[in-house]
Antibody, heavy 118, light 108 residues
Framework: QVQLVESGGGVVQPGRSLRLSCAAS????????MHWVRQAPGKGLEWLAV????????YYEDSVQGRFTISKDISNNTLSLQMDSLRVEDTAIYYC???????????WGKGALVTVSS | EIVLTQSPATLSLSPGERATLSCRAS??????LAWYQQKPGQAPRLLIYDASNRATGIPARFSGSGSETDFTLTISSLEPEDFAVYYC??????????FGQGTKLEIK
């Protein structure tokens, strides 16, 4: 069965960096585009970034463009999100999600909590 | 950027009743709209994609309709497990893939 498991969350000071990972299993990772979506405490969902099925293209939401980098390690079935210059407003649960056949997000991980605080 | 506006913000109904949730897009998105359900402490779950197609394993009481700018998620007869927050999302004009702000469906 499809599984997505995020790791790497934690508490970090403003201005510092953090790297999230998402371990994928149960499907052919190289065939699917993958996304990161976040949810601030008590708030709605915010799409952040997508990486193409083969890792060739990446697109970002404006507020993280230039600070966050999404990447895909097909050999290890792992999706990553490198987050630099973190801000207090980046505090959220970060979900990885698979882009399914309908081009929407058909499987999600359980999420990783990132807290940016001094 | 396409803005999705969901209404109402909160919907209070009883089990067995019919729920109708609305999502309006700031410009035409054809049928490129999905609905997700999120329960407390859980990740979102895809319910409906391309406006009216149920995702795998989704019960028939969930249905979606609409096109262009106006969309509806209908739950024909509410079960206790249906009380949750529902989000719509568009993929017509990306990036970004925008979400609505959510509708909380609560027990009356």
């Amino acid at each position: 069965q499809v599984q997505l498991v995020e790791s790497g969350g934690g508490v970090v000071q403003p201005g510092r960096s953090l790297r999230l990972s998402c371990a994928a299993s149960g499907f052919t990772f190289s065939n699917y585009a993958m996304h990161w979506v976040r949810q601030a405490p008590g708030k709605g969902l915010e799409w952040l970034a997508v990486v193409w099925f083969d890792g060739s293209y990446q697109y970002y939401e404006d507020s993280v463009q230039g600070r966050f980098t999404i990447s895909k390690d097909i050999s290890n079935n792992t999706l990553s999100l490198q987050m630099d210059s973190l801000r207090v407003e980046d505090t959220a649960i970060y979900y990885c999600a698979r882009q399914g056949g309908g081009a929407f997000f058909d499987f999600w991980g359980k999420g990783a909590l990132v807290t940016v605080s001094s | 950027e396409i803005v999705l506006t969901q209404s109402p913000a909160t919907l209070s109904l009883s089990p067995g009743e019919r729920a109708t949730l609305s999502c309006r897009a700031s410009q035409s998105i054809s049928s490129y709209l999905a609905w997700y359900q999120q329960k407390p402490g859980q990740a979102p779950r895809l319910l409906i994609y391309d406006a009216s197609n149920r995702a795998t394993g989704i019960p028939a009481r969930f249905s979606g309709s609409g096109s262009e700018t106006d969309f509806t998620l209908t739950i024909s007869s509410l079960e206790p497990e249906d009380f949750a927050v529902y989000y719509c999302q568009q993929r017509s004009n990306w990036p970004p893939y925008t979400f609505g702000q959510g509708t909380k469906l609560e027990i009356k």
